[in-house]
């Protein structure tokens, strides 16, 4: 096959994507189990080059491919102007001009093909040729007319759509032409490659695929996640990603800090948790753990065994200290009245007395004050995980290896309280995330008035009273727990939309109130 290199632009801000976009650029947008700028690199042959342009968070674009693909051949090209006056789909080509002086096929960073990898034959390498596809409604696409030429979005002057695929063999001609369009107009912030392509006076053919999947605007974005359908459920967080590969797993988090000290605990958790492969500022790399989510295979009896081994494995204790109240007290209480308060503001929630499931209660800033802190707190240290639910356990053959462990505890890197990691654990067996993603939950909110519940299956209610008991029977405070868990569903309220926040909100009160004045210390 004759050579080639492939160019990815990687430059713009991606704003039709909202707040996917607001800390991470839009080509590591999740699809599936990994980012679109992966798919399309692995639609080529890896002993192909590939160029990307980086601009708007281009250094997350660099950190995370090096990591993915360090046996690639891929140079950046950094773009100065990649937002306001002066920038351009076509100033970013030409910043990369100098790397690609040979035949290049142009692939969109919001553009993924079929699944089945496109055969780029010595054929359609020496001719020039437009990737396209039948659309039914082509309004947010730039379309071609039987004559070749390509038009803007909205013109509707066909139902074939250009997909933002090209192969450019008449490279010079092409350059050519778009500096010419440039340099007319350098402030045109509208200028592309359709712009060069319309002036070449070459012959055009088309390559039709069956199946294109655009990520670069919210609907079609959900249109490609449903197509490339996840195995696994994941609740989107603006600043944070998980992507799943054969072999390894990637983290990114915008929050340096928070990455940086989730690879040391992963050293501290090392007998535990998959191995650290590499990392970087923002993002890091770990073996890929072969089995099954304790979430989708738990039963009472193994999670009887789940329960012995959390005990021998990770909860080891580190001694006592006074100090360590005085963090746990910020962590649970001062961490929770600021997001509860966020929450409260955002929503225009005033702080009253409620009545929920039938039951009245006090207003949630009494409920707060009620709780007994110097019980709450404790000095025990303990080695934890910190984010202690099924989803984040893998099971193989009697097995477990945890997952997504937290960066710290109050700033703590190497303590924590147990009694987080059981909270954790027993608000996952209520609230599991299969359950959460399916929104099979209610919150019907008549001003005071409130009905709140949620679906529960059977196992997973079979292996909270297991858990209840095996609490008990262990010595710990059943009460603490149940109190710390409904914490735990306030301080997540803010955290996603409105319509699960507002449950979590709610669902929370009432059960912090069911916590503290219905049960004793150990009730069941």
Same mark, same amino acid.
């Given at each position: 096959?004759?050579?080639?290199?492939?160019?990815?632009?990687?430059?713009?801000?991606?704003?039709?994507?909202?707040?996917?976009?607001?800390?991470?650029?839009?080509?590591?947008?999740?699809?599936?189990?990994?980012?679109?700028?992966?798919?399309?690199?692995?639609?080529?042959?890896?002993?192909?080059?590939?160029?990307?342009?980086?601009?708007?968070?281009?250094?997350?674009?660099?950190?995370?491919?090096?990591?993915?693909?360090?046996?690639?051949?891929?140079?950046?090209?950094?773009?100065?102007?990649?937002?306001?006056?002066?920038?351009?789909?076509?100033?970013?080509?030409?910043?990369?001009?100098?790397?690609?002086?040979?035949?290049?096929?142009?692939?969109?960073?919001?553009?993924?093909?079929?699944?089945?990898?496109?055969?780029?034959?010595?054929?359609?390498?020496?001719?020039?040729?437009?990737?396209?596809?039948?659309?039914?409604?082509?309004?947010?696409?730039?379309?071609?007319?039987?004559?070749?030429?390509?038009?803007?979005?909205?013109?509707?002057?066909?139902?074939?759509?250009?997909?933002?695929?090209?192969?450019?063999?008449?490279?010079?001609?092409?350059?050519?032409?778009?500096?010419?369009?440039?340099?007319?107009?350098?402030?045109?912030?509208?200028?592309?490659?359709?712009?060069?392509?319309?002036?070449?006076?070459?012959?055009?053919?088309?390559?039709?695929?069956?199946?294109?999947?655009?990520?670069?605007?919210?609907?079609?974005?959900?249109?490609?996640?449903?197509?490339?359908?996840?195995?696994?459920?994941?609740?989107?967080?603006?600043?944070?990603?998980?992507?799943?590969?054969?072999?390894?797993?990637?983290?990114?988090?915008?929050?340096?800090?928070?990455?940086?000290?989730?690879?040391?605990?992963?050293?501290?958790?090392?007998?535990?948790?998959?191995?650290?492969?590499?990392?970087?500022?923002?993002?890091?790399?770990?073996?890929?753990?072969?089995?099954?989510?304790?979430?989708?295979?738990?039963?009472?009896?193994?999670?009887?065994?789940?329960?012995?081994?959390?005990?021998?494995?990770?909860?080891?204790?580190?001694?006592?200290?006074?100090?360590?109240?005085?963090?746990?007290?910020?962590?649970?209480?001062?961490?929770?009245?600021?997001?509860?308060?966020?929450?409260?503001?955002?929503?225009?929630?005033?702080?009253?007395?409620?009545?929920?499931?039938?039951?009245?209660?006090?207003?949630?800033?009494?409920?707060?004050?009620?709780?007994?802190?110097?019980?709450?707190?404790?000095?025990?240290?303990?080695?934890?995980?910190?984010?202690?639910?099924?989803?984040?356990?893998?099971?193989?053959?009697?097995?477990?290896?945890?997952?997504?462990?937290?960066?710290?505890?109050?700033?703590?890197?190497?303590?924590?309280?147990?009694?987080?990691?059981?909270?954790?654990?027993?608000?996952? !067996?209520?609230?599991?995330?299969? /359950?959460?993603? =399916? #929104? %099979? *939950?209610?919150?019907? @909110?008549?001003? $005071?008035?409130?009905?709140?519940?949620? !679906?529960?299956?059977?196992?997973? /209610?079979?292996? =909270? #009273? %297991? *858990?209840?008991?095996? @609490?008990?029977? $262990?010595?710990?405070?059943?009460?603490?727990?149940?109190?710390?868990?409904?914490?735990?569903?306030?301080?997540?309220?803010?955290?996603?939309?409105?319509?699960?926040?507002?449950?979590?909100?709610?669902?929370?009160?009432?059960?912090?109130?069911?916590?503290?004045?219905?049960?004793?210390?150990?009730?069941?």
């Amino acid at each position: 096959m004759e050579e080639y290199k492939v160019l990815i632009t990687t430059s713009g801000i991606g704003s039709r994507l909202g707040n996917l976009t607001k800390y991470t650029n839009k080509c590591l947008v999740r699809v599936g189990k990994k980012p679109t700028l992966s798919y399309i690199i692995e639609s080529y042959p890896e002993n192909v080059e590939i160029v990307i342009t980086l601009g708007y968070f281009g250094d997350y674009v660099k950190q995370f491919v090096e990591l993915a693909y360090p046996k690639r051949k891929i140079t950046f090209v950094d773009v100065d102007k990649y937002c306001g006056d002066g920038s351009s789909l076509a100033y970013s080509l030409l910043k990369a001009k100098e790397h690609l002086q040979c035949r290049f096929v142009f692939h969109s960073s919001d553009t993924i093909l079929s699944k089945d990898k496109f055969d780029f034959s010595d054929k359609d390498l020496k001719s020039d040729w437009l990737g396209i596809c039948e659309k039914e409604n082509c309004s947010e696409y730039r379309t071609i007319d039987k004559n070749g030429f390509i038009h803007d979005k909205g013109s509707l002057i066909s139902n074939i759509a250009y997909i933002g695929l090209a192969g450019i063999s008449s490279y010079e001609l092409f350059w050519k032409n778009l500096e010419d369009i440039y340099n007319e107009n350098p402030l045109d912030s509208s200028l592309s490659d359709c712009h060069a392509i319309n002036r070449m006076n070459v012959n055009w053919s088309t390559v039709i695929f069956p199946e294109w999947l655009d990520t670069g605007n919210a609907s079609e974005l959900k249109r490609s996640r449903e197509i490339i359908s996840d195995k696994f459920h994941l609740l989107d967080k603006d600043d944070e990603s998980i992507f799943l590969f054969e072999d390894f797993v990637i983290k990114f988090f915008n929050n340096k800090d928070i990455c940086s000290n989730r690879v040391a605990r992963a050293f501290e958790l090392k007998d535990v948790t998959p191995a650290i492969i590499s990392s970087t500022k923002n993002f890091y790399k770990y073996e890929y753990a072969k089995g099954e989510l304790l979430a989708s295979c738990v039963n009472t009896n193994i999670f009887s065994n789940f329960l012995k081994w959390s005990k021998n494995n990770l909860w080891v204790s580190k001694g006592e200290d006074k100090d360590f109240k005085k963090i746990c007290y910020d962590f649970y209480f001062d961490k929770t009245k600021k997001r509860v308060s966020t929450f409260q503001v955002n929503n225009k929630i005033l702080d009253k007395e409620l009545v929920i499931n039938g039951r009245e209660i006090p207003a949630l800033n009494y409920l707060l004050d009620s709780i007994d802190t110097d019980w709450l707190c404790g000095e025990s240290m303990f080695r934890f995980h910190g984010d202690f639910i099924l989803d984040n356990i893998i099971y193989d053959n009697g097995k477990f290896i945890l997952l997504d462990w937290r960066q710290d505890f109050g700033g703590s890197i190497l303590n924590g309280d147990i009694y987080y990691d059981l909270a954790k654990l027993n608000h996952n !067996l209520i609230l599991n995330h299969d /359950i959460l993603f =399916k #929104e %099979l *939950f209610h919150a019907n @909110v008549r001003d $005071n008035i409130i009905e709140c519940d949620i !679906l529960r299956s059977e196992r997973l /209610i079979n292996c =909270k #009273e %297991l *858990f209840d008991e095996w @609490v008990i029977s $262990n010595g710990f405070d059943l009460k603490k727990i149940n109190v710390l868990t409904a914490l735990i569903w306030l301080n997540m309220s803010p955290l996603h939309e409105f319509k699960m926040g507002e449950f979590l909100y709610y669902f929370g009160i009432y059960n912090l109130h069911k916590s503290l004045f219905l049960c004793n210390r150990n009730c069941l």
